[in-house]
């Protein structure tokens, strides 16, 4: 077939040779697939690409679900201890008329370790955000013994008492003397803690209750 004696004319092109026909089609096929994929096809692939990434996070995420709601009995448990924990601990925490109670009972607890009081003052309370730290300046004296029975005891209270800033030296040292048979002296910051209701609580953390 020689190609120089064909009439490309396109008015012509019923009369060209089969080969050229079929080439020329599948070329035509060719363009047109490829105007079509760049036109619709490649959009609606990457669209599907996206429904597919969407997919998998949809899955991954009632995957995490399934487990929470399989283990929801599990939490529910673990809700109500934690809820009972942080209960037994508020009743640990005084309210405002059970205050002179507890500080009876922190002085009566030095007195029953054999220490004496010098110094019993109770401070102005500190307003967190539910309680009220009411601190006690304490200077007592006694043995070493004495001073760990009372911080046992202190320890031992059904309320809540920390004690701080603890202070050990002879009554020699603190007149001068060298007398090492003299009682021993201990200062210390106790800290109590009472309950606030709401209305209490309402005036912020940091302040002093009127």
Known sequence: MNLSEINWDIENAGAWPLPVKAAIIGLLCIIASGLWYYLDTQDQIAQLEAEESK?????????????KAANLEEYKEQMAEMEKSF????????????VPELLVDVSQTGLAAGLE????????????????????????????????AFVSGL????????????KIATRGKEAGAKNTKDPLVMSAL??????????????GPGKKPR
């Open 55 to 67: 997919e998998q996070e949809l899955k991954s995420k009632f995957e995490q679900r399934q487990k």
């Open 87 to 98: 209960g037994d601990l508020l009743r640990q925490l005084p309210d405002k008329t059970q």
């Open 117 to 148: 009081f010098e110094l019993f003052k109770p401070g102005g309370e500190i307003v967190k955000e539910f309680y009220a730290e009411l601190p006690i300046e304490i200077r007592v004296t006694g043995d070493y013994m004495e001073f760990g």
């Open 155 to 166: 320890a031992s209270l059904p309320r809540i008492v920390t004690i701080h800033n603890v």
């Open 190 to 203: 106790v800290k109590t803690y009472r309950y606030l209701d709401e209305a209490a609580s309402s005036s």
